[in-house]
């Protein structure tokens, strides 16, 4: 790491320390309403850094606020833990009528009733579309079938927005109807009472929460609009950096986004955490050098940080270096032992190894630290599959995704578990529909448009699969997977042409000589079929082009002096099978 770097980081420190304590006195309820930002930047930022002495570092949080004044706060924070929704709503309602001779809103107090008011209606409206889940614990998903086998490719997959977003839900001591517009214009109507020299915190929160309902609402331009506005208030509200990777759909937007925010908001070192956010989750369709060079950086100023420490686990699976990916997870188990979406991902990565001791091992460890968690259900899921218990598999992903709640991220994952393991049960209607639910989760998944790419295919319904395939060829153009199973598909129509050329590319991408035959070991036949002797001749001479003769080259030659004779060149045939019998005397 160069020294203008070192002393870039050095300063961001300084910064986040200094803008965090500045926010914390800005009011009592921030300790709520930035939980998940403070968390973060303590955590992998302050605490995980290398580069300066915390202990110099000085700094006591004072409030604005009387002793009463507290107690009603700590009383409405408690209540928002416990998910007592409606008793918040009644306390701050109370408290405002006995205040009610003060001309003047406590902006904070207005926020944590809007807040109150958007997470009643999302607990309302998750169990409504757990009730109306296909995977839901007492429906049998069989039951789907039919309408599956009507579903078009191009059929909308965002089933819980458009079902559920205009839902009204009841809330508060009047029970007055609320949904997600109502909620925005209150949200709206406080900012714009806001001085906006005043209030740059609050209203990096209120921004921040109003992007994050126009995603629901998928309405991504003002969405990342809004979040924009919440970084320019706060650089630091790291909520607003996650919100906006969600609403990235494809690589090319990165970049688009990533200039849009670098000359809009003042630079700081969650810059340089969203683009390895970003960059993991596109990791195959970027430039790969460019993301490890800057996550290695960022790692050597940070090696406490969970996030990066995470990202560079995760890393090491994407690149196929398993013995190196358990490695990484085994350390970061060692250092975070009680943290299960760490033993959640690790889980995955022993399964991919068929490591079943170290499997189950793992599943006790988590069962010990909370058994009716979605970690534990998940880890327990993934050895039930490993001993081929696909029906108990399934199960335990299920109770995973219930106790998942609000997390998208880890439903999509599950949703995609359980297709695979409808696949490996050769239930492919069930299969579509798991993917399905995975997408409405994340439409950015790789493995869901993958899946149901294959489990079409596998139903003979090959242009639905074409379609599929060429969204997992939007997202990783440089997979030579996608590219293989499109060829497939395209054979199967007698679209010949088109399944060479994908071919060709899949060959192209491929780097094992191993897995490059195997893919010429299609084009061959491929090419026979289309009757092109031309090409035919030029593949089977760039397999014998190999400095080294191998079973590749030695199927070639046959193949090559069958074309010669089939073509009427009988002395070239003729040749060629007499260097092998020369070849085999020697």
């Not at 100023?301 to 990484?328: G, H, R």
């Not at 299920?398 to 696949?423: M, P, Q, W």
Request: one cysteine or more; hydrophobic letters at 40%; proline letters at 2%.
């Amino acid at each position: 790491m160069t020294d203008n770097k070192a002393s870039f980081y050095t300063g961001c420190v300084i910064d986040a320390i200094e803008q965090t304590q500045k926010s914390k006195r800005s009011h009592y309820l921030m300790g709520y309403i930035y939980k998940q930002n403070y968390e973060f930047i303590q955590n992998n930022i302050i605490e995980a850094n290398s580069l300066i002495d915390l202990n110099q570092i000085t700094g006591h949080i004072t409030y604005n606020c009387n002793v009463n004044e507290q107690i009603l706060f700590d009383n409405i924070i408690e209540n928002l833990y416990k998910k007592q929704y409606q008793q918040v709503s009644f306390i701050i309602e109370q408290f405002e009528k006995e205040v009610s001779f003060r001309n003047s809103i406590d902006p904070y107090l207005e926020f944590i009733k809007i807040k109150t008011a958007f997470l009643f209606w999302l607990d309302n409206i998750n169990f409504t579309s757990i009730l109306n889940d296909g995977l839901s614990e007492n429906d049998d998903i069989d039951h789907h079938v039919e309408s599956i086998k009507k579903m078009k490719p191009l059929q909308s997959l965002n089933t819980v927005s458009t079902n559920f977003i205009d839902a009204d839900v009841k809330f508060g001591i009047s029970s007055q109807p609320i949904n997600i517009t109502t909620i925005l214009e209150k949200i709206s109507k406080l900012i714009l009472s806001l001085d906006k020299n005043e209030h740059h915190y609050i209203l990096s929160a209120l921004y921040s929460l109003s992007g994050n309902l126009l995603l629901i609402k998928n309405e991504k331009a003002y969405a990342v609009d809004k979040l924009t506005r919440a970084l320019k208030f706060d650089p630091y509200n790291w909520e607003a950096y996650e919100a906006i990777v969600k609403s990235i759909s494809l690589p090319n937007e990165i970049v688009l986004l990533s200039e849009h925010i670098s000359k809009n908001i003042r630079e700081t070192i969650l810059y340089d955490f969203f683009q390895i956010r970003c960059w993991d989750v596109f990791f195959e369709s970027i430039d790969a050098e460019l993301y490890i060079d800057l996550l290695t950086t960022t790692l050597e100023s940070f090696p406490k940080s969970k996030f990066l420490l995470t990202k560079n686990a995760e890393l090491a699976y994407k690149l196929n270096d398993l013995p190196q990916s358990k490695f990484l997870y085994e350390q970061l188990l060692k250092r975070f032992p009680f943290c299960l979406d760490t033993m959640f991902n690790y889980s995955n990565i022993l399964y991919v190894s068929e490591d079943y001791p170290q499997l189950r091992e793992l599943m006790i460890r988590a069962k010990g630290i909370s058994e009716v968690s979605c970690e534990c259900q998940a880890i327990r899921g993934n050895m039930e599959s490993l001993m081929r218990n696909n029906e108990n598999a399934i199960m335990h992903f299920r109770n995973a995704i219930k106790l998942a709640k609000t997390d998208s991220s880890k439903k999509c994952k599950l949703y995609v578990l359980i297709g695979h393991e409808f696949v490996e049960l050769g239930n492919y209607n069930a299969a579509i529909f798991a993917y399905r639910n995975a997408l409405k989760h994340d439409h950015r998944d790789y493995a869901a448009w993958m899946g149901l790419g294959f489990a079409y295919d596998a139903l003979n319904q090959s242009k639905f699969a074409i379609y599929y395939y060429q969204k997992c060829i939007a997202l990783k153009n440089e997979d030579p997977r996608a590219w293989k199973s499109i060829a497939s598909s395209y054979t199967k129509i007698d679209k010949l042409n088109l399944a060479y050329e994908a071919l060709v590319k899949a060959y192209k991408l491929s780097e094992q000589r191993t897995k490059k035959m195997a893919i010429a070991d299609e084009i061959i036949p491929l090419l026979e079929k289309m009757k092109d002797t031309q090409k035919l001749e030029q593949w089977l001479k760039s397999i014998l082009e190999y400095p080294e003769p191998d079973e590749y080259s030695e199927k070639a030659l046959g193949i090559l002096a069958e074309l010669y004779r089939s073509t009427g060149r009988i002395q070239e045939a003729e040749n060629i099978e007499l260097s092998k019998y020369r070849d085999s005397i020697h």
